[in-house]
């Protein structure tokens, strides 16, 4: 089956960066894209951008260009998202989530989240 | 960017009652790229309806989507208790791809 295990809860301070990874098994990887959301505390879901696994090509949404990397390393099929210049506004539950089919970006498989804090 | 607009915020339902939950979008969703999930506490959304009004696999008939262009409809008939959750709405018609704020689901 289908799944996506994320790495750990994150501590940064203002002005660090973060990379969460996401480990993919159960299915072809290069076959489906991977997206990032993110919900800060008891907020709604956001969109972050998207990585294509089999090429590595990458689009982001406008509000993180600059600050957002994603990447994907195909030996161990897992896909990274790195974010700088952290904020406290960018304390949020981050998620992986694998589309149902190709590109099309709904999400029928989700990893468990990751808990980034930025705090002083 | 389009802005989806989810109402009511809180919806107080009994369990074996139907719920009717609205998204409404600031500019056409087109091809019907509209989506609904459920989350519940400290889990991962569950992707419930795609393209408006398809059931993603192994969600129950007793949810339903539907609608077009700006307005659409989460119905849930005969509700269960784990049906009590938030739900959101998502559009990936046009990046960035966003979220309604959520409807949350309580037992009355």
């Known amino acids: 089956q289908v799944q996506l295990v994320q790495s750990g809860a994150e501590v940064r301070k203002p002005g660090a960066s973060v990379r969460i990874s996401c480990k993919t098994s159960g299915y072809l990887f290069s076959s489906y894209y991977m997206n990032w959301v993110r919900q800060a505390p008891g907020q709604g879901l956001e969109w972050m951008g998207m990585i294509n696994p089999s090429g590595g090509g990458t689009t982001y949404a406008q509000k993180f260009q600059g600050r957002v990397t994603m990447t994907r390393d195909t030996s161990t099929r897992t896909v990274y998202m790195e974010l700088s210049s952290l904020r406290s506004e960018d304390t949020a539950a981050y998620y992986c989530?694998?589309?149902?089919?190709?590109?099309?970006?709904?999400?029928?498989?989700w990893g468990q989240g990751t808990l980034v804090t930025v705090s002083s | 960017e389009i802005v989806l607009t989810q109402s009511p915020g809180t919806l107080s339902l009994s369990p074996g009652e139907r719920a009717t939950l609205s998204c409404r979008a600031s500019q056409t969703v087109s091809s019907n790229y509209l989506a609904w999930y459920q989350q519940k506490p400290g889990q991962p959304p569950r992707l419930l309806i795609y393209g408006a009004s398809s059931r993603a696999p192994g969600i129950p008939d007793r949810f339903s989507g539907s609608g077009s262009g700006t307005d659409f409809t989460l119905t849930i008939n005969r509700l269960e208790p784990e049906d009590f959750a938030v739900y959101f709405c998502q559009q990936y018609d046009t990046s960035p791809y966003t979220f309604g704020q959520g409807t949350k689901l309580e037992i009355k």
């Open positions: 989530a694998r589309v149902l089919g190709g590109a099309t970006p709904f999400y029928q498989h």
